[in-house]
């Protein structure tokens, strides 16, 4: 079972998740256009291993928790956008707002401000048709992706604060 | 046949009342004239319902949402009991404009699975009984229902119909303009909204329009297309499907052609979404530059610094032009180009 959705799955990382993600990449960074502290935009397609995991997932109860997997997974596509500073995270959400729909809008805090951690916005946003390649029917493309806004606080995200200052895309 | 259960209800009117009641309802036979007509519905659902509609979250941004918990507990009893939920609902959303409806809730196991609501609206008539004697019984009705099979709002839903699945799906009014349907239907009643949003849809169709106009190979093509860009901003505010506008318009077949390549997909000129006059106006901006010695410079505007190129001249070697106004820079245009066409104009203006 675990065997026939894995290679069900790889089929369609392969295929349409993979294409999709490129796609949608583009797609947000032409939405972003010359938004100003974006540090990155990274767009990826859960992996078959990642997938088949959350797939046997069980609740406490020990039911699984999905019984349509390659329907109920929303995070097949995950896209990530990564911003230099606190004020700029409600800017970009405004702005992805504009053009992606939602149905789900979480913020995330850390424990602390001083906490190394990140502060940012979890959303779950219907996938729009024109980042579905023309090759891919729209009945096999998953009908929605998750999309995460973040300040990295940590030391890494600090140096490349540091060095992205003098990187094109952060002006 | 796939479907598998209808329920129908009579919805009264009945938003801002404060005892509201749905009773009754009935199971429809699978079978007969309803049942055809419904099945006819239920077999072109899918290419019937064009405009993608997603549910809204709950007000603290969970995947919560009243309306699909009824759709969902109906998927899976398919008990008239929990269908009595759904009726409930239209009705505490239904003025007294919108009338009385004859809601049907169609259950299906088409592929996956399928459900399916269709609202017809009460409509008035007359029955007209000969009898024995010659005479006849004239009487007035005011809730006959399908008098227009083809007037109806719809929605269907289409896949496993269970939790984190299921948030979106496909509607139609035919009733009256797409503006009331995402007001009482989608956003009332379905507590849902469109899939595509002002800024994506317009955006969308004015890149469509920008890379079309660039594209096109003879002048009263550009002309044709750079006409209906104009016209388009005359629907600020409008839902609007591209497909259904530039129908409206009688745009010639090569133009809509051109438009329809320069989307990335073909099914977005299908797409609903309302329309944004200052989004698209970002996008399909000419820009004109008028100089003191009366040339009048116009381009694309994302590209007028290509296509002209510009620098400020020295005043001392500078042609003097009689009457300038020195509030500007003597500035040197230069662009290189083919003539495709000269006019004169009667006015520049």
């Known amino acids: 079972m675990i065997d026939g959705l894995l290679a069900e799955y790889s089929a369609r990382y392969a295929t349409v998740l993979k294409p999709i993600a490129k796609e949608l990449d583009a797609l947000i960074v032409d939405h972003l256009g010359d938004v100003s502290h974006v540090d990155r935009v990274s767009v990826r397609a859960k992996t078959p291993d990642r997938f088949v995991a959350k797939a046997y997932k069980r609740d406490k109860n020990g039911n699984p928790l999905y019984a349509e997997p390659l329907y109920q997974i929303q995070d097949q596509i995950g896209a990530r956008i990564i911003v230099f500073y606190k004020h700029d995270v409600d800017v970009i959400r405004k702005k992805i707002m504009e053009y992606f729909t939602h149905i789900e809008m979480r913020k995330l805090v850390p424990e602390s401000e001083w906490e190394f951690g990140y502060f940012g916005f979890h959303l779950v946003l219907a996938l729009p048709t024109e980042a579905i390649p023309s090759e891919i029917k729209i009945d096999d493309a998953p009908g929605f992706f998750e999309l995460q806004i973040k300040r990295c606080l940590s030391m890494l995200g600090l140096k490349q604060i540091m060095t992205s200052v003098r990187s094109p895309r952060s002006t | ?349």
């Open chain 2, 1 to 349: 046949m796939p479907i598998t259960r209808i329920h129908s209800f009579l919805v009264k009117p009945s938003k801002n009342i404060a005892i509201q009641s749905t009773k009754g309802g009935t199971s429809v036979p699978l079978e007969g004239k309803v049942f055809d007509l419904l099945a006819g519905l239920y077999d072109k659902a899918e290419t019937d319902c064009k405009i993608d509609i997603v549910f809204r979250p709950n007000e603290a941004g969970e995947q919560v949402n009243a309306t699909r918990t009824m759709l969902m507990r109906y998927a899976e009893s398919r008990s008239i009991a929990t269908a009595r939920l759904i009726a409930a609902r239209l009705a505490a959303v239904t003025t007294r404009r919108s009338g009385f409806g004859l809601l049907f809730v169609v259950a299906g196991d088409h592929l996956k699975k399928r459900l399916m609501l269709s609202r017809f609206p009460a409509d008035e008539g007359m029955i007209v009984e000969e009898k024995a004697d010659e005479d006849m019984d004239v009487r007035f009705i005011e809730r006959v229902f399908m008098k227009n099979a083809h007037a109806y709002k719809s929605v269907v839903y289409e896949g496993p119909l269970e939790e984190h699945a299921f948030w979106s799906g496909k509607a139609v009014d035919k009733q009256v303009d797409v503006k009331e349907l995402s007001d009482y239907w989608i956003g009332d009643f379905l507590e849902s909204k469109l899939k595509t949003t002002p800024s994506a849809g317009t955006k969308r169709f004015a890149v469509a329009f920008r890379d079309a106009i660039r594209g096109a190979a003879d002048l009263p093509l550009k002309q044709d297309l750079l006409s209906a860009a104009q016209l388009v901003r005359g629907q600020d505010g409008h839902t609007i499907s591209p497909q259904n506008v530039v129908q409206g318009m009688g745009l010639s077949g090569e133009a809509v052609n051109a438009l329809t390549q320069a989307m990335r997909r073909e099914e977005v000129m299908k797409e609903t979404f309302q329309f944004d006059k200052a989004v698209f106006d970002q996008h399909v901006a000419y820009r004109s530059v008028e100089l003191s010695n009366g040339a009048m410079l116009t381009a694309d505007n994302a590209d007028f610094d290509t296509i002209f190129r510009q620098r400020q001249v020295d005043d001392q070697t500078a042609p003097q032009v009689e009457g300038e106004t020195p509030s500007s820079p003597l500035t040197e245009f230069t662009t290189v180009g083919r003539i495709v066409n000269q006019r004169l104009k009667s006015s520049l203006r």
